[in-house]
């Protein structure tokens, strides 16, 4: 069974920097999937905020082009989002997220069927 567990998330002054990561076990290894970070506000459905595909490539949110990098590190099976240049409104539950597909974009992954728990990411002002 597919499970993803992140870990990071914390509270950081506007400017500031996080790096969440995202570990995914329990799939078969020979299985390519693209792999995203998404985000929650209060009352508000989930949005993507970057993606990384099966092979790498990798595509973001108008947001937080220029200060947020995807990446993975396929023999750690780990996720990772280095977020920079932290704003207010990037306060929100961040969740990572995985499907077996190999080129999807943050534009047409819409509903992954694999989810981490989500991690809290909060920048004051």
């Known amino acids: 069974q597919v499970q993803l567990a992140e870990s990071g998330g914390g509270s950081v002054e506007a400017g500031g920097s996080l790096r969440l990561s995202c570990r995914i076990f329990?799939?078969?290894?020979?299985?390519?999937?693209?792999m995203a970070w998404f985000r929650q506000y209060p009352g508000e459905v989930r949005e993507g905020v970057a993606v990384i595909d099966a092979d790498g490539k990798t595509s973001y949110a108008d947001s937080v082009k220029g200060r947020f990098t995807v990446s993975r590190d396929n023999a750690k099976d780990t996720l990772y989002l280095q977020m920079n240049s932290l704003k207010p409104e990037d306060t929100a539950i961040y969740y990572c997220?995985?499907?077996?597909?190999?080129?999807?974009?943050?534009?047409?992954?819409?509903?992954?069927?694999?989810w981490g728990q989500g991690t809290q990411v909060t920048v004051s002002s």
């Open positions: 997220a995985a499907e077996f597909r190999l080129d999807l974009t943050v534009a047409t992954m819409t509903s992954p069927p694999y």
């Open positions: 329990g799939y078969t290894y020979s299985r390519k999937f693209s």
